[in-house]
């Protein structure tokens, strides 16, 4: 089992920056954040893998959200820079190891969720 708590949400000026962090309370093969905006569908942000530091992203968000990571305390963290209104959302952390036929990461696990607005 591993417990993921997520901080760092809050409210935010359009053009601003926040970072999320999200503490693991054990390792996993890779670790990912979602969010979910009201009304839509969870959508993929990014992933990181602990071990040698790849990432992946949602091409569309690429160059304004980073994913990173410190292994010794075991925490991910977001990087969201220019921030937009459509980037309002609950953002989830969430970590896996395991992979479906198509090699997709099966995330295991999830966070409780830390909110992030966007004011225009």
């Known amino acids: 089992q591993v417990q993921l708590v997520e901080s760092g949400g809050g409210l935010v000026q359009a053009g601003g920056s926040l970072r999320l962090s999200c503490t693991a309370s054990g390792r996993s093969i890779v670790a990912g954040w979602f969010r979910q905006a009201p009304g839509k569908e969870r959508e993929f942000v990014g992933r990181i893998a602990w071990d040698d530091g790849y990432t992946y992203y949602e091409p569309s968000l690429k160059g304004r959200f980073a994913v990173t990571k410190d292994n010794a305390k075991n925490t991910l963290y977001l990087q969201m820079n220019s921030l937009k209104p459509e980037d309002t959302a609950v953002y989830y952390c969430?970590?896996?190891?395991?992979?479906?036929?198509?090699?997709?990461?099966?995330?295991?696990?999830w966070g409780q969720g830390t909110q992030v607005t966007v004011s225009s």
């Open positions: 969430a970590a896996g190891s395991r992979f479906d036929y198509r090699g997709q990461v099966l995330y295991d696990y």
